[in-house]
Structure formats: C-alpha cells, structure tokens
C-alpha cells in the first residue's frame, strides 16, 4: 500500500482499494482474515496489540486461566497474511467526507471500505461514580483487577480478628444475572468455597457469601425459562444466593445498598448492562439506547455505503427481521459477511443481505453444570458442560491456547485446584488494609 494512501490522500488510480477495519476483536479479525485472498490492503487498528476471547475472561478474574491462555498477538495470528498491516493507535473519529480515519498519534488514514468493529464496554446506566466500587470485566486489565480484589478479599480474612469486617470481606456480590453474572457468581463460590478454603487455616467452606442481584424475574433472559429455572437451581446448590427483582440503590466501598437494604461486602463485581463505543458520535448517526449505531441487514449506517457497523457496535436488525444479540458468533459471521460483500462488490457483483445462523446459545454454571439452548434441543448438566468446553476450546485463537486451556481445566477439575492464584500489581488501591464498615451506620446490615 503506498504511503499517501497510508497518509490520508486518495489512492491513486489503479492501486489497490484500501479496507480500514478498526477494532481487532471477533468481528474485525474475522473480517480481516475473510479478505486473506481479496485484491485489496487492509488496515486493522485497535488500541491493544492482542485479541482477547472474552467469554473466558470471567475464568482469568477467577483464578482458573491466566490471561495469556485466552489472549494471542493480533500481529501473531495475522503474520501469514501479507496484505494485512496491523497499526496499534487510538481512534478519535472518523471524517466521512475525506474517507479518513483520525488516529490520536499517527496521520490520518484514508479508507475505501471501513469496517467498525470497536465493541462495547460497561454500563453503569447513569450511576457513573459506581465504577471504582464494582468493576466490570471486559479486558484483561478487568479481570486481573478483579482476581486481584477476589484473592486479596480472602487473604485479609484470614488474618482479621474482627467479625464483621472478616464477612464483609468473605462476601462478594454479583450484579446482574445473564451469563457473564451466572458464570461469574458459580466460579467465585467454586474458589472460594472448595479450591482456595483447602489452603487456608481459618476460611471454610461456610465462611464465604456470594450474592447474586437480578433486576428481573429469572435468570439467563435470553433463555428458555425450562433451562433459567435450572441454572438457578444449579448456582444456588453451590452456595450462591440469588436474589430476583433486586433494584440496586448504591455502592459504595463498603457494599452494595439493595431494596433498601445495606448489605457489607468488600467485593461487588458489575455484570449489568453494556454501552458501545463512541462509533455513533463519530459518524454522526443515530444509535440505540446502549449507543450502538442502528444497521439494517445491509450492515450499513444510514447512507455509509462504504463503512460497515458490526459487533456489538451495531444494533443490528438481519434479513429475517430479527434483532441480534451482542455475542461473539453474531461478530464474526458479520465480519465475514461484510468481506464477502467487498469481494462481491469489487467483482460487480451484489451481495445478498446478512442473515444470521444462530447455532445455538449456552452458558456454564459450575463444575460439571452448564445450559445449552440449541433450538428443538435443549441440554443441561455435565453433557451441556461437556459441549461447553470442547466449544469454547474449539473457538480459541491458536493451537497452544486450545491445548493450554484444556489441559488446565481437565487438572483443574480432576484436582479441584487453580493454578492463576496471583496477586499482581498494587494492592492498596483495591482493597484498603483497614476495610472501613463506617458507611454501614445507621442503616440495617443483615446477617446470613
């Protein structure tokens, strides 16, 4: 690719079109890789230099995996493709009537195609000031964060004397209840309850409190309620505490504040409610509530002929008329689509519109529990958790974190131990050497 074209100025006339894709997460590496025999040079940008596999992310804040298990090298995993350059640089918008890119470091690039595949981060649904106290886990910078709060909750219960402060930090809360939450909520009662008590002189298995806040009626929404109704049965037999219809009021450093009620806890973890990135405000088009950019099944925003929206920064509506979820499968088969419409559009040819092929939706609760709604068939307990993991094994990016991975979890599971039990970092600002209980006066704290 030439270098004006790299600088921001029209590709002169016979060089190859140049496909902008930002964002190296599910949607935009699909993309990228669909283009590996497309006459065109691709650009993918994205502010970290690797491509997480998120659903396993809950597994790094838990102990379970380290980051590098579910993590690779976008430079890696795109090294065999030589009309890929991969530039690691923030977007801060794009100029749709110069088809640039703006960048916060180097020149502006011009595009002829751009994919936006930028994802979402958390929602906190206008209680902004709630982050510091309940993080939520959407890189590896999240969930290191929260297995560092996670760990250190439970090597300062040990050593305190004082009652209440030694079970306001034994107890962790989980807000929201589709499957990051679920997921969440049974790892941390498997760690804290079986794995981790094992290894401690003064923590038991009883001594842990994990609660789990729903806003709505059931767990798991998205599935059918035959399997929400076994999922909840499943966290609860592990010891977690589910609580439907919880309207959350406050957090704080202390705890969580719910229907009134002031419940101490050193750890809350935010699995809620997801916002897009600034995508919308780029293009200066309209967005959803959750400020994703609203696409048809053309994948378009308003007149963007040549920008395509996928992932979940798109609120995307598909062929058949249905709205799509925000989950890894949707991205790529939209990546996909979108490189087989640059090659048919470059060939004079059209391209149908997206239509999704859902191949079904599952979530794991514990060991040897998990949900599997495939349509007509609908599994659940250790043969749903078993095509949980050969799924999510099969998905990872590179050979060695399949065999890492799996490896793990068969010794993890035939030992009940974690071997990514490491503090890193600095401690102080997670979880303060004196946990202050003060915010907890004068309102009812209760007892499990």
Known sequence: M?????????PAQGQRPHVVIV?????GLAAAKALAGAAVDITLIDKRNHHLFQPLLYQVATAGLSPADIAGSIRAILARQPNVRVLLDRVYG????????ILGEGEPIAYDWLIIATGATHSYFGREEWAPFAPGIKTIDDATAIRRRVLLALERAETEADPDRRKALLTFVVIGGGPTGVEMAGAIAELA??????????????CSRIILLQRGDRLLPSFPTLLSAKAHIGVEELGVDVRLGADVQDISASGVTVDGEFIPAATTIWAAGV???????????????????????DLHPDDGGRIFVIGDTAACTDATGRALPGVAPVAKQQGQHVARVICATLAGREAPPFRYRDWGNMATIGRSRAVGDFGRVRVSGLAAWVLW???????????????SVGLTWLWSYLTYQRGARLITGDVAPDLPATFELAPALGRKARNV
Do not use: Y
């Open 2 to 10: 030439a270098d004006k074209a790299r600088q921001g100025k029209a």
């Open 23 to 27: 964002g190296g997460g599910f949607g």
């Open 94 to 101: 794009i100029d749709r009537i110069r088809q640039r890119v």
């Open 193 to 206: 309850r079986q794995s981790v008590s094992r290894d401690f002189r003064h923590i038991t298995p009883h």
């Open 275 to 297: 916002m897009a990135s600034r995508a919308a405000e780029w293009l200066g088009c309209k967005a959803d509530r959750a400020g994703r950019v609203k696409v048809g099944a």
């Open 389 to 403: 993991c050969v799924a999510h094994i099969w998905f990872l990016t590179g050979h060695r974190n399949r065999v």
